[in-house]
């Protein structure tokens, strides 16, 4: 793999990570039950934390990470369609980040895999119903009834 392949790569890589945070960012405003809400809210701190990794690639390869626009808002129960685009996320990228020569991206590129590999069970299991996505609460403890209906204000 030549430095310009890896750059376009990196890059390519970026926009599609950076497209499903901007999509996990509308659905996020969509998600009212709490447990799912919060299961949104962890997902969207490690995306930035895996942009942030792919941004620093990017400009230590000598290129520009540029975010791509903002994502289509989610027809309802986005859960279920992020699972899906999770999986396919996955299905892209498993191969091409499997054959990359350079060890350091390749181990950076895998470590972002795993993490979206996660986040699709979250999201299937959100898209269930479940209320045990990031842990269980003791017998008798409550959510309050939910989150607030706006999230994110720029």
Do not use: C
């Not at 926009?15 to 960012?25: G, I, S, T, V």
């Not at 972002?112 to 590999?117: C, F, M, T």
């Not at 069970?121 to 269930?128: L, M, P, S, T």
């Amino acid at each position: 793999m030549t430095p310009t392949d890896r750059l376009a790569l990196l890059q390519e890589f970026f926009r599609e990570k950076a497209a499903l945070y901007r999509r996990h960012q509308a659905s996020a405003e969509r998600v009212s039950a709490y447990d799912s809400n919060n299961a949104y809210q962890y997902v969207l701190a490690r995306e930035d934390a895996h942009l942030d990794w792919l941004r620093r690639a990017i400009t230590e390869a000598g290129g520009v990470a540029a975010d791509p626009a903002a994502a289509p808002a989610p027809d309802a129960g986005p859960a279920g369609d992020d699972a899906r685009s999770a999986a396919e996320f996955l299905g892209r990228w498993q191969p091409r980040v499997a054959a990359m020569t350079h060890a350091r991206d390749r181990k950076m590129l895998e470590l972002v895999l795993g993490e979206v590999a996660e986040h699709a069970r979250f999201f299937a299991q959100a898209a269930d119903g479940r209320p045990d996505l990031l842990g269980r609460r003791p017998d008798g403890a409550g959510t309050g009834g939910g989150v607030l209906p706006r999230r994110w204000v720029e």
